[in-house]
């Protein structure tokens, strides 16, 4: 598999007994191949070339999940999720296999593919007993945390439509910027404000970075004929920023929603009220 910006990585640890999920990362930037080797590349140190990726913003669970217990308690589904996708013949690098009749954790899988499917049985809401029968070393508790990842997810595949609705073009007037890893699928209404508008497309405006921030900050709104004008934090101090983004006052966004977005930018306006 190949790692993309924005993926979510999962970061598995040790082997059994104490192999265990300890928490993910965003990806910073697409996978690479790169000479610079790791600082103990174990049983890879014959190579001469390594596949990287940057990440950013460990979140580590409060319990790990610990795979040991995750393979008790989830061995049924595991196991039908293993069979399923061998018989639907779709490649997929999983992080474990089914060998002598027992799951068991991937040899050398260090980078393995997970779909939002299999990161359910994972991570949804395990209660431990001590009937089980395995040693518990904690309770397993990652609803919350699986809340999270979904969210983060769903924003994801939010910006990707977002980018393909506006052609990978920022629609801030004679803004140029065209460049995927310069541009982001923006929200007009947080989805903490309006939970209705989560994967609404008429919520969503393909930014580039420098607009995407001053809309986020109120530096600019929109107001019902979707024109730009100055926000509550805008200040006309001469500045390459301020003068930049005047220059496009009174005009029109290029929006491209499916539907109309007048609810939206009141949304966004009332949290930036400027001149009042």
């Known amino acids: 598999m190949s790692v993309k910006k924005g993926d979510v990585v999962f970061h598995l640890q040790g082997k059994r007994p104490d192999a265990k999920f300890?928490?993910?990362?965003?990806?910073?930037?697409?996978?690479?191949?790169?000479?610079e080797r790791p600082p103990d590349p174990g049983e890879w140190g014959y190579s001469k070339q390594f596949?990287?990726?940057?990440?950013?913003?460990?979140?580590?669970?409060?319990?790990?999940?610990?795979?040991?217990?995750?393979?008790?308690i989830k061995n049924d589904r595991l196991r039908e999720y293993f069979s399923f996708k061998k018989k639907s013949r779709k490649l997929e690098n999983l992080f474990y296999v089914i060998q002598s009749d027992a799951l068991q954790c991937q040899n050398g899988a260090y980078l393995s593919d997970?779909?939002?499917?299999l990161l359910s049985i994972i991570f949804e809401t395990i209660e431990m007993s001590n009937s089980t029968g395995i040693p518990q070393r904690t309770t397993v508790k990652t609803g919350e945390a699986w809340k999270r990842v979904k969210s983060r997810i769903g924003q994801q595949r939010f910006s990707e439509e977002i980018k393909k609705l506006y052609d990978s073009k920022c629609c801030f007037p004679e803004c140029d910027v065209m460049d995927p890893r310069f541009l982001i699928g923006a929200h007009i209404s947080r989805w903490s404000d309006n939970f209705l508008a989560m994967g609404n497309l008429s919520n969503g405006l393909c930014l580039c970075l420098f607009h995407d921030k001053a809309f986020e900050y109120g530096y600019f709104v929109l107001n019902d004929e979707i024109q730009i004008e100055a926000g509550k934090n805008f200040r006309e101090d001469g500045s390459v920023f301020a003068v930049t983004l005047k220059k496009q006052f009174g005009e029109k966004l290029r929006y491209k929603?499916?539907?109309?977005?007048?609810?939206?930018v009141r949304e966004h306006r009332e949290r930036f009220l400027y001149g009042e």
């Open 22 to 35: 300890l928490g993910y990362s965003i990806a910073e930037s697409d996978g690479y191949i790169a000479s």
């Open 51 to 72: 596949y990287k990726a940057d990440l950013r913003g460990l979140v580590e669970f409060e319990n790990p999940v610990f795979l040991e217990e995750l393979f008790h």
């Open 114 to 117: 997970a779909s939002e499917e």
């Open 257 to 264: 929603g499916p539907e109309d977005a007048i609810n939206f």
